[in-house]
């Protein structure tokens, strides 16, 4: 199951779509608040989640400096609202102030960016005396008023709520090679700063101390924690933190979990600390079953909750699956598939006894999901975790915390027996076991029951219909719900593509700015013109499913494409990509123009992979070569493998290029090797140049060397660090694979046919998580059927056609046409990185064989049949 945190905000605002907070139908109590009480005095405007406030002919603020920060509760958020208007009333000032009571309850959750965390109002300063003259008001103001410390910020004095940093007013960003915008800080002598929303103060180096005196908040030598070795943080969250640590006292390795005050409110109104003190309650009642951890104390340090248990040996639910389910590793065969279901079988089995304990002590556990249970891996013996969940069979179960798709629905909350509810968990693991789509019962539960379904019937797992049931879906025999598992059908085919095809062009948005489609949250991170998320992917595929693209596309396009520093050069959130696309769908002079704009800036492309740096620059300048013959194109296309070259490093193995923001090398076709090795042997092939063929083998063995033995053959991780294989283009199996695909057509060499047949069969499992391009079952597919078109033959054809079934599985009747849901099962999208249009052209090239539709170059490839002994 993904974690769905770093993307919760997104999910607030529509039950459909992925969409910013500030969309969300907001009652705007404290901008009313503050509007009634300032009235003509003040310039007001809505941006997002903030309300912005400004007195009237007020000169514009510096471009940064000292800025004042507010924290508050749900509780006392308007009467904080009320204390700001006052002081403004007593002397003007440039603030801002959240729009709303329930958005200050979410900055305080769990899932909230912790450096943005408990920030309620802005107040920004003129210049360091004004600060301190400000911060001496506020901090009477607010005697007495209570709110979550800030982790980006210093606390003024001993003011609970007042804090400051010095940060940017006025916005100079700079764009990342992934789209990404990141603020950056100009000091007097030109030096560059990036202002990071982190959850430490920090300051630019060329700023002195606004006060002297300032001391940072910390817990002091002699408190209860120093009985504890920290050895390394699990979890963080705005609440706090999860640390494994050592007890120096009594020995023996223990869990701490921390709760910062006033934070993670529940909607009866508990914060983190009364949880946390719950949860310690039931270890202690329930110590002597062994189910949960031994509770060894509560204490208090500094103004944070601590709960020390003991470290329990084991794996979760989710690495269980991870690990053991034939599908997730691509070993379907008899005997790997009866050793699954009876130790699944042995895991729900246990499961269920562990809730058993807990009614006969009258508890519900209340939050049986894929992390809080834990399995030892030689016996499966189960315990359990987070009991913060836990209460009374008769508790108001409203009040406590619970995971989607192993709880029943909100609408049974009132009136559920506390059984339900474990239940309702203990059907969410049993699904979870089979295939790990519990999300969908938020979105659409009859995909989740058909997908489910699929599943069951692939590892030959007897599902009750009435699984579903406790989770508030009705899978019975006269439900009005399309709940049947299909299969692929090739006759069915482009009456489907034309029903995805209609779902695209009913959910496209030519009235706003932010988003021409529907796509994953990222787009909002990034930009929403790119190929990956934006508006240049979906484009390209509806002109080559269609032949055409709405004329209210172009409008939009002509509207809003950015200035060019507003966008990075990268061909998957760049101009690359909207220059590749412009030039896909006939708009050839409009391309080349943007192309010949990147080509200006390519000694200053800091990444060098397919996704955001030189090689996918390199790769749409050889498309608009091979489709337009613009020459200088195949020129420049040469020069960026000549810096490619220049930057590449050796640690032995093979080539690799280093991340720019230093982070682990990631092995696949989109951000590893084997990416920059496919460009350069698409180079090799266009200039005739051997050097290119020479730097992208070593590149090539870069990746390579990473592979893992799986149960049958091997995989890629998706981090080179990392033991975990992934199967997906964008990062694992089908990336790597994919350039040894076009490496093996291109020089024939056996080595590769042998890495292909230890590779293909483990990567083309029947069934994955996602159905998208990038990361998901669309990626696979294709995959498949590059292997034939490239090395001939109809091998791996029937694996296709298996993946591009369970991918239906997944699709979603919606009254604009057929859906299918994006990365994580969360929301609909119709990008080409996670949604409709990657999907629906691997299913039109599954109907209609032909070149890959999403590796334009290999017309450049001179297709190799292989070897009738080695088939």
């Excluded at 471009?63 to 509780?75: L, Q, R, V």
């Excluded at 005396?129 to 911060?135: E, T, W």
């Excluded at 982190?198 to 700023?207: E, G």
Aim: a negative charge; hydrophobic letters at 40%.
């Amino acid at each position: 199951m993904a974690d769905t945190n770093a993307i919760r905000s997104y999910l607030l605002a529509d039950d459909r779509f992925f969409e910013t907070l500030g969309r969300f139908d907001f009652a705007d109590d404290l901008t009313r608040r503050v509007r009634e009480r300032l009235g003509a005095t003040v310039e007001t405007a809505v941006e997002g989640i903030w309300t912005r406030a400004r007195p009237y002919g007020a000169p514009v603020l510096p471009e940064h400096g000292w800025k004042i920060h507010m924290s508050a509760t749900p509780a006392n958020a308007l009467q904080a609202a009320d204390l700001v208007c006052g002081e403004y009333e007593a002397a003007p000032f440039v603030f801002k102030i959240l729009r709303d009571t329930r958005l200050v309850a979410a900055s305080g959750a769990r899932w909230w960016p912790r450096g943005s965390a408990g920030k309620v109002v802005t107040v920004y300063s003129r210049s360091p005396d004004d600060c301190r003259a400000l911060l001496d008001r506020f901090a009477a103001a607010f005697a007495g008023f209570s709110g979550p410390y800030i982790l980006s910020d210093r606390r003024f004095a001993d003011s609970a709520p007042v804090f400051y940093r010095y940060g940017e007013f006025l916005k100079s960003p700079r764009v990342r090679p992934d789209g990404r915008v990141e603020t950056m800080l100009t000091g007097p002598s030109g030096e560059r700063w990036p202002d990071l929303r982190s959850p430490a103060y920090r300051k630019p180096p060329w700023v002195p101390d606004l006060i002297a005196t300032e001391q940072p908040a910390g817990v002091a030598g002699d408190s209860p924690l120093s009985r504890y070795k920290v050895l390394k943080a699990l979890h963080h969250s705005t609440s706090g933190g999860v640390y494994l640590a050592d007890d120096l006292l009594a020995g023996g390795r223990v869990v701490l979990k921390e709760a910062r005050p006033a934070t993670a409110f529940s909607p009866g109104g508990s914060d983190a600390q009364e949880r946390l003190r719950r949860e310690y309650e039931v270890l202690q009642m329930m110590a002597s079953t062994g189910l949960g951890p031994r509770p060894v104390e509560l204490f208090q340090a500094w103004e944070h909750l601590y709960l020390a248990e003991e470290w329990i040996y084991g794996m979760s639910l989710r690495t269980f699956v991870a690990r053991n389910n034939p599908v997730a590793q691509g070993d379907m065969g008899p005997e790997a598939l009866a050793e699954y279901r009876t130790s699944a079988r042995r895991v729900l089995e246990n499961v269920r006894a562990a809730v058993d304990t807990c009614r006969s002590a009258g508890l519900v556990y209340g939050d049986l999901s894929p992390t809080n249970i834990l399995i030892d891996p030689d016996s499966l013996h189960v315990r359990l975790i987070d009991f913060e969940a836990s209460r009374p069979l008769t508790a108001d179960h409203k009040d406590y915390p619970r995971t989607r798709g192993f709880c029943p629905p909100d609408s049974d909350f009132a009136t559920a027996p506390g059984e339900a509810f474990d239940d309702a968990g203990l059907a969410g693991v049993e699904i979870a076991l089979v295939v790990p789509a519990n999300e969908l019962v938020g979105l659409n539960p009859a995909a989740l029951v058909r997908i489910t379904r699929h599943a069951a019937a692939l590892i030959g797992w007897p599902l009750d219909r009435e699984v579903f049931g406790k989770l508030g879906v009705d899978a019975g025999p006269d439900t009005d719900l399309d709940v049947e598992p299909v299969g692929y059908d090739a006759a069915a085919v482009d009456a489907i593509v034309a029903d995805g095809v209609e779902f695209i062009l009913g959910t496209m948005t030519p009235d706003r700015a932010d988003r021409l489609f529907p796509a994953d949250a990222a787009v909002f991170a990034t930009n929403a013109f790119g190929l990956a998320h934006g508006a240049a992917g979906v484009l390209r595929a509806l002109y080559r499913l269609t032949g055409q693209v709405p004329e209210a596309a172009w409008s939009w396009l002509d509207r809003n494409l950015p200035d060019a520093d507003r966008l990075p050069p990268g061909l998957h959130y760049g101009w690359a990509g909207v220059a590749s696309a412009m030039i896909g769908i006939g708009e050839e002079d409009r391309g080349i123009g943007l192309l010949d704009r990147v080509v200006a800036g390519l000694d200053a492309v800091p990444a060098y992979d397919i996704a955001t740096g030189l090689a996918g620059i390199g790769t749409a300048l050889l498309e608009s070569w091979l489709t337009t013959g613009t020459a200088r194109h195949l020129e420049a296309a040469d020069r960026t493998g000549r810096l490619l070259l220049a930057a590449a490093r050796d640690d032995g193995t093979g080539l690799y290029w280093p991340d720019p923001d230093n982070a682990p090398a990631s092995a696949g076709y989109a951000s590893g090797s084997s990416g920059v090795a496919g460009f350069l042997l698409y180079l090799h092939l266009a200039t005739g140049r051997e050097e290119f063929l020479r730097i992208g083998c070593r590149a090539l063995q870069f990746d390579l060397a990473t592979a893992r033995p799986r149960r049958v053959g091997i995989g890629f991780p998706g981090r080179i660090d990392s033991q975990l294989i992934e199967p997906y283009w964008a990062r694992g199996s089908a990336g790597v694979g994919s350039a040894v695909i076009r490496y093996a057509a291109t020089t024939g060499e056996a080595d590769l046919f042998d890495v292909l047949d230890r590779l293909m069969t483990p990567t083309l499992s029947p069934l994955s998580i996602n159905p998208g391009l990038f990361y998901g079952m669309a990626g696979l597919a294709n995959f498949a059927l590059d292997h034939d078109h490239l090395l001939g033959g109809d091998r791996y054809r029937t694996q296709a056609e298996t993946l591009a079934g369970s991918i239906l599985n997944l699709g979603c009747r919606q009254p604009e046409g057929l859906a299918f849901p994006g990365h994580s099962l969360l929301r609909y999208t119709v990008d080409l990185a996670s949604g409709s249009a990657g999907i629906l052209q691997l299913l039109h090239r599954l109907a209609h064989p032909g070149p890959d539709f999403h590796s334009v170059l290999d017309g450049l490839l001179v297709p190799r049949v292989r070897d009738a002994g080695r088939d």
